[in-house]
């Protein structure tokens, strides 16, 4: 089968599409015939080698972290999916998505939303996720509730918006004035133009940053949130010290695989109350320049690869 590996950290030109032999499940595990595999700013990271999970000692290494495709292969322990199943899967770090068939635990994996076509479907796992868990998991944003989110117009913050105002929250986000518009229509009540516009002199106080710009932004932000509120990063770590003077509670997490959440993400695209942009799709073959679309472009909701269809 194809996969699309790096021997070496660098640049887009380490990315190889190479031959590797078909994975062979374990008891807990399903392969997935992959029709499409997204994007991500961490498979820029890993591929630069500035991503401390995956080292020198796990190269050659296969990048990608979500996919949407079919159940091929089933370990004789699973339970809950069958031969053919459409499925889409945040991964654990050691499987790679930019291939033609992957290995996931099948506590990773999820029906595909009834509502998409796969190269939609695929955009969603990794960047839903970490949107999920910032806001609910680490954020606990309720109903009722006002969370700032820096950011709004990219893979996670156009997830974020959504995510928030099904709960019932108020949304404020920080974008560039182009994008204004694209997250008025995802359901944000205030825009603000990070370019032209200060956020702190015209949001009031929120219950929650979900910060996924950080530097000068984070810093910034700890004068809007209320007593008892939270800044929550998918970056830096936010000051705790500055946090303490000012009674938030602050953190910074990296996301983790979990098909269960991946099923409530599911479940609200195909209510109709989350919508999935894809910016742009690339053959398996085009890694390299996805990538460098991602890193040099403006991108607006999420890049995807098409892998087999």
Known sequence: ?????????????VLKIETVDEPIPAGHEVVIRVLAASVNPVDAKIR??????????????VLGRDVCGEIADLGDEVAGF????????FLSPENGGYEEFVIAGSNEVAMKPRSLDPITAAAVP????????GLFDHGDLRSGQRVLIHGGAGGVGHFAIQFAKARGAWVATTVSGADRAFVEDLGADQT???????????????DLVFDLV????????????????ALVSTL?????????????????YTAQPSGAQLQEIADLIDEGKVKVVVDNTFDLGQAAEAQEALENTHVRGKLVLRVLG
């Open 236 to 252: 830096t770590e936010p000051d705790a010290e500055k946090a303490a003077q000012r009674k938030i509670r602050v953190g910074r």
């Open 126 to 133: 990794l960047a839903g996720i970490t949107a999920w868990q």
């Open 1 to 13: 089968m194809r996969a699309v590996r790096i021997h070496r950290f660098g640049g887009p030109e």
């Open 214 to 229: 950080g530097g000068d932004t984070q810093q910034r932000s700890f004068d809007i949130i209320k007593p008892g509120g």
């Open 48 to 61: 630069a080698g500035k991503y401390p999970v995956v080292t020198e000692k796990e190269l050659p290494y």
């Open 82 to 89: 069958l031969m053919g199943d459409q499925v889409f899967a």
């Open 192 to 206: 603000i133009d990070y370019k032209k516009e200060r956020f702190e002199d015209l949001v009031e106080p929120v």
